[in-house]
């Protein structure tokens, strides 16, 4: 059974970072990518982060470019996403997702976690 | 950068009743398009990928088509459990990026 575990979160002030951390288990993580995506209180969905199964290669949503960084432990079944120079409008529940082997769809999702950032 | 959007905003249907929702895209897709079921406090839900393949474990009830730039999900017969917010989402090959519409609102009538 996939399982995703977003941890991480809190309140948090403006201008500091936060890393995010989804634990998996029930699946061969080596072998997925994983993604992050946000959602802002009351509101749809954004995809914000991507890393390919091997962590060579990251992808960023152009909103979040420069601030966010996606990274994994394969050995660990982690993947993580640092969020530096945080601003009000990061403040959203973060998920993490696993991809569906062979396509780059969001098959399973954690429960999210929620980033509040407030002064 | 593709940008998708969704219409209705909001759907009013009965159950037992049919609902079909749209989402454009405004640039080419081919079949690279997915929809997703969120329920409140919940996360989202898989439902449709490659415009018309149904993801594990959903009903027959949901369908999904379309291609190039209007995609359709239609449920056949509206049960409780299906009222939701409903996203339709992108992938774009290269760069790799992903796009969610603004979703749709499907509330009991």
């Known amino acids: 059974q996939v399982r995703l575990v977003e941890s991480g979160g809190g309140v948090v002030r403006p201008g500091t970072s936060v890393r995010l951390s989804c634990a998996t288990s029930g699946f061969t993580f080596r072998a997925y990518g994983m993604h992050w995506v946000r959602q802002a209180p009351g509101k749809g969905l954004e995809w914000v982060a991507s890393?390919?199964?091997?962590?060579?290669?990251?992808y960023y949503a152009d909103s979040v470019k420069g601030r966010f960084t996606a990274s994994r432990d394969n050995a660990k079944s982690i993947v993580y996403l640092q969020i530096n120079s945080l601003r009000e409008d990061d403040t959203a529940i973060y998920y993490c997702?696993?991809?569906?082997?062979?396509?780059?769809?969001?098959?399973?999702w954690g429960q999210g976690i929620l980033v509040t950032v407030s002064s | 950068e593709i940008v998708m959007t969704q219409s209705p905003a909001t759907l009013s249907v009965s159950p037992g009743d049919r609902a079909t929702l749209s989402c454009r895209a405004s640039?080419?897709?081919?079949?690279?398009l997915a929809w997703y079921q969120q329920k409140p406090g919940q996360a989202p839900r898989l439902l449709i990928y490659g415009a018309s393949t149904r993801a594990a474990d959903i009903p027959a009830r949901f369908s999904g088509s379309g291609s190039g730039t209007e995609f359709t999900l239609t449920i056949s017969s509206l049960q409780p459990e299906d009222f939701a917010v409903y996203y339709c989402?992108?992938?774009?090959?290269?760069?790799?990026?992903?796009?969610f519409g603004p979703g749709t609102k499907v509330e009991i009538k």
């Open positions: 640039h080419t897709l081919v079949t690279n």
């Open positions: 890393i390919e199964s091997h962590g060579n290669d990251q």
């Open positions: 997702a696993k991809e569906r082997g062979g396509s780059y769809y969001f098959e399973s």
């Open positions: 989402q992108q992938y774009n090959n290269w760069p790799p990026t992903w796009t």
